[in-house]
């Protein structure tokens, strides 16, 4: 059992190394992706982003902490 394994790898390994010297190797697949995207509604500075790239979020986490404190101003004024 252990030598038709490694029979099978040394083929494939043979198989792949002949097709990168003849530069045939030609490689398909398919990348999927789901991008979203969210504008503010108020504008200032981000303060704190205390997520990570590429991390799953659910919905009503908190993805960013934006610095208000002008339009808190600009209220109190009013």
Partial sequence: MRGKKLCVIL???????SACAAGDLKLTGVVET???SHYAEVSGKIVDFPIELGQPVQAGDIIAVIDD???RYTLEQL
């Fill in 11 to 17: 083929v494939g390994v043979l198989f792949i190394s």
């Fill in 34 to 36: 789901l991008i979203r």
């Fill in 69 to 71: 404190s002008d339009a």
